[in-house]
């Protein structure tokens, strides 16, 4: 296996908060530069950097340069594998939640 490409698991991209609110700010734009990210966080460029560079090996992210600005774009194509995922666990716990209402109903 080469190991100079991988893809990181979706699911250890998404497991960090900082790396879900860099997901979350880039979801509500269609495209932001490194700056405007980073002045989001109690943390300077290189430490948001770290976490975009996680969120690319994930394929949830893609950037581009113009110039000296980097710019990154989400890419939500990989969370539908989370959304498939925990569709289970939205129907089973749906499923619970109906059981108890007609319990709770009937008492």
Known sequence: MN??????DVYVAIADPTRRKLIRLL????ELPLYELAAQFQMGRTAVSKHL???????????????RETRYRLNPVPLQE?????????????????????ILEEE
């Open 53 to 67: 560079a996680i969120l690319k090996e994930a394929d949830l992210v893609t950037n581009r340069r113009i110039g």
């Open 82 to 102: 989370v959304k498939d995922w925990l569709s289970f666990y939205e129907k089973f716990w749906n499923e619970r939640a109906e059981l108890l209402k007609s």
């Open 27 to 30: 979801a509500d734009s269609d």
């Open 3 to 8: 190991n100079a490409y991988q893809t990181r």
